[in-house]
């Protein structure tokens, strides 16, 4: 049986061994210093919420929730709420992991009076897209992000999503 739930800080090792696993297929991707920059962002996990997915004790999924207005450096509405580093082990994929944490995230996003759910991917990411436009997330261009921006180097462009709670 799958359970998500909160990380505990015994787990912080395993979740950032899970995401270099999750996201190593990106590498050939991007430009060295891009990724390398990419994955110490995504495995710095002194903010938001970090969330596990459990298999029988195992760790095979994680994510990252940050409730809304607590995301400064990307200046989305502060009504918004935002996740990140959806990553599902290489060996787990297809067993409806990812899908799980968004839908945590989701109703996180929901329990705390956000507006919006929004979350930051790439074109070459489409498994991720894919899961993100059957939970209802639409491209929200005019918060897309550059790779230049947000850390110094690279042209890659982070698209935006989102997922409007309001109804």
Not at 28 to 45: H, I, K, N
Not at 91 to 110: F, K, N, P, V, Y
Not at 142 to 166: K, M, N, P, Q, S
Request: hydrophobic content about 45%; proline content about 3%; glycine content about 8%.
């Amino acid at each position: 049986m799958m359970k998500v739930r909160d990380a505990r800080s015994d787990e912080l090792a395993g979740i950032r061994a899970l995401l270099q696993a999750a996201y190593r297929q990106y590498a050939a991707d991007m430009p060295t210093e891009l990724f390398r920059r990419y994955l110490a962002d995504l495995t710095e996990l002194n903010r938001g919420t970090s969330l596990v997915a459990s298999h029988n004790g195992t760790l095979v999924g994680t994510a990252r929730f940050y409730p809304a207005g607590s995301v400064d450096e990307l200046s989305l509405p502060a009504d918004w709420a935002w996740c990140r580093a959806v990553a599902v082990h290489p060996e787990q994929r297809r067993a409806g992991i990812g899908h799980a944490l968004l839908t945590d995230c989701i109703r996180r996003a929901r329990e705390t009076g956000a507006a919006a759910l929004s979350l930051h991917t790439t074109s070459f990411m489409a498994d991720g897209i894919r899961m993100y436009q059957q939970l209802g997330f639409e491209r929200a261009p005019d918060w897309d992000i550059t790779a230049a921006e947000h850390y110094g180097v690279g042209d890659f462009v982070a698209l935006a999503y989102r997922l409007d709670l309001a109804a």
